[in-house]
T-cell receptor, first 114, second 112 residues
Framework: DGGITQSPKYLFRKEGQNVTLSCEQNLNHDAMYWYRQDPGQGLRLIYYSQIVNDFQKGDIAEGYSVSREKKESFPLTVTSAQKNPTAFYLCASSIGLRDNQPQHFGDGTRLSIL | QKEVEQNSGPLSVPEGAIASLNCTYS??????FFWYRQYSGKSPELIMSIYSNGDKEDGRFTAQLNKASQYVSLLIRDSQPSDSATYLCAAYSGAGSYQLTFGKGTKLSVIP
């Protein structure tokens, strides 16, 4: 079955620690995205990527980093510079980076501070 | 700042009734609109896309778009308790924008 796999489902971060969230898709989609969702809030875009080795900052990129070494994979690192990392992190993909393509989401990773 | 506005609810409807969810957007050049359903603790699931003025029907769901009024709505006919979820409206701006802007969602409760 084609889909987007995020892991882990739950993650805990200690003070000063960097953590990496995994996102893999087998939909052959070119574009991938990372969003953050806080309770009662809409989704906010962190980073997006159209092709391998290229990515762009979204609205709230500070304290986060990404890489796109393979078409299928778009991991997100939450660095120690992100002072309020507790949130629900969602990875999405679309066929291409065009303004009419729906985005499809993985199951998400919940990150909390220890 | 491009915005997508939704009434946060909760919107309560009895089982079998029509649920009407509304969304307005600020960017006049927006061209593509999406409705997602998000169950509590889960990720958003795409249920409808709409690109042209008018109605688009898919099963019990009807999306309506009025670009002149910058208004999108989602009607759910014969509402079921399983429809209880938060519904997110999302829009791309026009002219090659690659950022999908989401509303904060409307929480729907269908009462048996």
């Amino acid at each position: 079955d084609g889909g987007i796999t995020q892991s882990p489902k739950y993650l805990f971060r200690k003070e000063g620690q960097n953590v990496t969230l995994s996102c893999e898709q087998n939909l052959n989609h070119d574009a991938m995205y990372w969003y953050r969702q806080d309770p009662g809030q809409g989704l906010r875009l962190i980073y997006y990527s159209q092709i391998v080795n290229d990515f762009q900052k979204g609205d709230i990129a500070e304290g986060y980093s990404v890489s796109r070494e393979k078409k299928e994979s778009f991991p997100l690192t939450v660095t120690s510079a992100q002072k309020n990392p507790t949130a629900f992190y969602l990875c999405a993909s679309s066929i291409g980076l065009r303004d009419n393509q729906p985005q499809h989401f993985g199951d998400g990773t919940r990150l909390s501070i220890l | 700042q491009k915005e997508v506005e939704q009434n946060s609810g909760p919107l309560s409807v009895p089982e079998g009734a029509i649920a009407s969810l509304n969304c307005t957007y600020s960017d006049r050049v927006s061209q593509s609109f999406f409705w997602y359903r998000q169950y509590s603790g889960k990720s958003p699931e795409l249920i409808m896309s709409i690109y042209s003025n008018g109605d688009k029907e898919d099963g019990r769901f009807t999306a309506q778009l009025n670009k002149a009024s910058q208004y999108v709505s989602l009607l759910i006919r014969d509402s079921q308790p399983s429809d209880s979820a938060t519904y997110l409206c999302a829009a791309y701006s026009g002219a090659g924008s690659y950022q999908l802007t989401f509303g904060k969602g409307t929480k729907l409760s269908v009462i048996p």
